[in-house]
């Protein structure tokens, strides 16, 4: 997964930890597509049960953005697996709470405190 330009992925137990990277509205959207789609071939690997969206070099993204954001975490639900976001920046926050994402997906507010609660919904 070294070649994505908008997200960096890597994988933490069973979780997959996906960063996007840069300025959310400044990409091509068929870039999005094929990074994502490249996401969800990697959410398909029966290792991999949770996906953790962390905001942290993020400060803003616009509703494409936010859709490939969602549709990576529903394939993960559908998968009986847990999604969340964590480390967004108080703007992001704003915005993720205005759309209710929230209620579907919880935000930490840290990647350590998300690994830490996903592991744990993980053992339970």
């Known amino acids: ?66 859709g490939a954001l969602v549709s990576l975490l529903r394939e993960t639900r559908t998968r009986k697996g847990k999604g969340c976001f964590c480390a967004a920046s108080p703007q992001m926050l704003q915005v993720l709470q205005n759309m209710s994402l929230f209620k579907l997906w919880p935000h930490y507010e840290t990647r350590d405190e998300a690994k830490s609660e996903l592991a744990a919904v993980a053992g339970s």
């Not at 908008?6 to 990409?27: H, N």
Request: hydrophobic letters at 40%; aromatic letters at 10%; charged letters at 20%.
């Open 1 to 66: 997964m070294q070649h994505l330009k908008i997200f960096q992925v890597e994988q933490a137990d069973q979780s997959l930890i996906v960063t996007p990277r840069g300025e959310g509205s400044a990409f091509r959207y068929q870039d999005l597509h094929l990074e994502a789609n490249a996401i969800r071939a990697q959410l398909s690997n029966p290792q991999v049960r949770n996906l953790i969206i962390d905001l942290s070099q993020m400060e803003y993204f616009g509703s494409e953005f936010i």
